[in-house]
């Protein structure tokens, strides 16, 4: 495991980080978390449920499309030796890539949840003796740099609809630091969330047993918990929102009542209705996503989709 600092220091500069993120989010005229803040202990275990909630659709079809597709992209890639997934920690999905592409040597999950990082190492450590496998800690905002040599024999693996949580332009640039970091003749299989009915997509992020309502709202209580504050969890409700003009879900945190909330010392006010913005869940056209990669390094060298056209899974390279 690659750790800049002491945990104890590191963890001090984490929570200084935090508490500055959160601060000038809900300093904001719209409110605002960084999705990133759902994945403490308990919000990892409730994105596992999630997976499972009949509702979201995205894991399972996912799941099918790269079972489906798996001794394709070995073909199509017959020296692959390294992954490198970003966002780890995608269970079935990473397991059917990594037991199907015999020619790999190595795994490398990168992700800012150690839970996610220690999960994943594990799982396929278990179904691949023989790989050798390095959990790298970090922000996408930071990808370390890969050693010089070969590229062509690196996949990088964004499952998940992770690009989907980036605004466009973040898209984009997260897309470029990818290729960069990867080297010029490398590949990245990358699952993104394609554009559907809204009845389809409110339900998935706000499902009928309030799963995603309690993963929303975990992030006000590991604020409670790390940050020193206050938040009264049954005066905020979850809301899932089709924001048409950016093709995009949003989720929110809606006060249900004028209230104020401490954070360590600096008090927040919320007018009743008022809302913080957690997270957009972006769903792209085949036409948008090639606009999207357009520019960054990355063509597409083929793309699969499920049969009712939910889901791509696409290969760039
Ligand atoms: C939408 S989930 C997708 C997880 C997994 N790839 C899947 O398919 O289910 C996002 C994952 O990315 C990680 N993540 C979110 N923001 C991150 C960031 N800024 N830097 C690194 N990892 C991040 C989370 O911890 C989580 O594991």
New binding site residues.
Partial sequence: MQLVDAPSEQEQKEREQFLQDVVEGLSQPQKEL???Y??DTRG?EI?EEI?WVEEYY??RT?YAILNAIVDEVQEILPTIKRVI???????L??ETMVLNLKSLTEYLP????ME?LEASAESIKKIRPDLEVTPLL????HLPAMPECCPTERLGF?????I??FQFAEAKDFLTRINKQLGKGSHLLL?YDLVKDVDTLLAAYDDAKGVTARFNLNVLSRINRELNADFDLRFFKHEARFNSEKSRIEMHLVSTQKQDVTIADQSFHFAKGESIHTENSHKYSAEQFTRLIDGTGWKEQKTWTDEKGFYAVTLLV
């Fill in positions: 960084s999705p990133k759902f994945y990892c994105y997976k995205l894991p996912e997934e970003y966002g780890g920690g995608s269970g999905r990473t990168i992700d800012v949840a996610q970090g922000d996408f905002a964004l499952p998940g609809s992770t989907g949580n699952g």
